[in-house]
C-alpha cells in the first residue's frame, strides 16, 4: 500500500494560481499510475488528472490548458499546477495512486485507484 500526502492547498482569488503536492512513500518509478481528485460536498469525486509510468498524461476537460500534472522520481512527489483558477475549481483535491495497473487498465478517465491520501481543500473566490 502507497502512502500518499497532500500539501498546497489554500484560497485564492479567481485567476489566481496554486501548486499543490503529493508526497508518495513509495519510488514512483514502482507506481504504474498516479494522479488528482477532486470532491464537492454532496458531490461524487470527480477526476482532475493522471500521468502513468511513461509520463502520458490524462486532464478533465474542464481542467485542460490550465493545470499541468507532473512527477518528480528524485522527490517521489507529485504536482498539480493549477493556473486561472476558477471558482467551480474549489474543492477538496486528493492525491490517488495505482501502483499496478491491471493490463490496458486507464490511467486517468474512467480509473479505479487503490491508494488515497487525506486531502487538501482548495478554494476560490470570485
Known amino acids: 500500500q502507497v502512502q500518499l500526502v497532500e500539501s498546497g492547498g489554500g484560497s485564492v482569488q479567481a485567476g489566481g494560481s496554486l501548486r499543490l503536492s503529493c508526497s508518495a512513500s513509495d519510488p514512483l518509478a514502482n507506481i504504474d499510475c498516479m494522479g488528482w481528485f477532486r470532491q464537492v460536498p454532496g458531490k461524487v469525486r470527480e477526476p482532475v488528472a493522471a500521468v502513468d509510468d511513461s509520463s502520458t498524461t490524462n486532464y478533465a476537460d474542464s481542467v485542460k490548458g490550465r493545470f499541468t500534472i507532473t512527477k518528480d522520481r528524485a522527490t517521489n512527489r507529485l504536482y498539480l499546477q493549477m493556473n486561472n483558477l476558477k471558482p467551480e475549481d474549489t474543492g477538496m483535491y486528493y492525491c490517488?495512486?495505482?501502483?499496478?495497473?491491471?493490463?490496458?487498465?486507464?490511467?486517468?478517465?474512467?480509473?479505479?485507484?487503490?491508494?488515497w491520501g487525506e486531502g487538501t481543500q482548495v478554494t476560490v473566490s470570485s
Open positions: 490517488a495512486s495505482d501502483a499496478q495497473l491491471s493490463p490496458n487498465g486507464p490511467c486517468g478517465g474512467d480509473w479505479s485507484p487503490i491508494d
